[in-house]
C-alpha cells in the first residue's frame, strides 16, 4: 500500500497520467515502444486515448519499467509512491465491462 503521503484524487491521478502519456510522445524511443506493447498505432491512438482505463494502461506502461518510472517520476516532480498511487486511484474509478481482472 503507499504511503499515506502519497495519497492522491482523481482530478490529479488524471493529470498525472496525461503527463505519463506526454512523457511517453516526447521521446520517439519511448513512443515506439509504447505503442509496440499495445498493439496501438499513430493513427488509432486518439481513439484509445478515449476509452476506459486508457489512463490506466499509461500508468501500468511507466510503472513497468523501472528505471523509465524513475525519470518520469523525477520529470514530473512526483514521486514513485505516488504515481503508483494515481494508478490505484485511476483503476477503483474507470467504468467496469463486466469483465474482472
Known sequence: M????AAIDVEAAQ???????A????EPERLG???ALTGLGPE???AAAAEPGFLVAV????LADQSELFVFAESAGASPERIEAARGVLART???????P
Open 94 to 100: 474507470r467504468p467496469r465491462d463486466g469483465i474482472e
Open 59 to 62: 500508468l501500468d506502461h511507466v
Open 15 to 21: 493529470a498525472l497520467a496525461v503527463a505519463a502519456l
Open 23 to 26: 512523457f511517453i510522445a516526447g
Open 44 to 46: 488509432t491512438l486518439r
Open 2 to 5: 503507499p504511503p499515506r503521503d
Open 33 to 35: 515502444r509504447f505503442l
